[in-house]
């Protein structure tokens, strides 16, 4: 098993996502609503797995399968559904890499998502505790995958939930 790499903020993640949001917009054209920067990579100070998690957001779901298409021919790695009606492809570079997931327009899970990372744009104290939390389970968990995202689970529930509270 490989170590979990949780890494200091780095200010070049937000240029990394807009040549990737570049790229990917050109690929899918006008069958795409938006294109996001999610995860820990999004929240400017917070650490996070030197990787970009975006999402983009196609206007129907109807063009998912040809969406999925284009992305596997565009040299991304296919990792399929991820059990929430959103499929996942990542592409890896020297130091960093790309998470993307496709999904439709009134996806719960990116939805949530959306959520969570405007919550700790908006709390850094929320975004302090969730970087100590993510360190603290990396040192932890020993290379278990499981374990870490596991144990995640309650902060990111917890913390969607305050953050629908505010809509």
Known sequence: MRAIKVVDYDPSWP?????????VSALLGDRLLSIDHIGSTSV??????????????????????AAIEIMLAADFVFHGDTGEQRWAFTRDHDGYGFRLYLCGPNNRAH???ILFR??????????????????????????????????????????????????
């Open 111 to 113: 939805r949530d998502r």
């Open 15 to 23: 240029r990394l996502f807009a040549e990737i949001n570049t790229e």
């Open 44 to 65: 400017p100070g917070l650490p996070a797995k030197p990787k970009i998690d975006l999402a983009a957001v196609m206007i129907s779901d109807a063009f998912l399968p």
């Open 118 to 167: 405007d919550y700790l744009r908006d709390h850094p104290e929320r975004a302090r505790a969730y970087a100590d939390l993510k360190r603290r389970l990396a040192a932890e968990a020993d290379g278990d995958w499981d374990f870490y995202t596991g144990g995640k689970t309650e902060f990111v529930s917890e913390t969607v939930r305050l953050a629908a509270l505010r809509m």
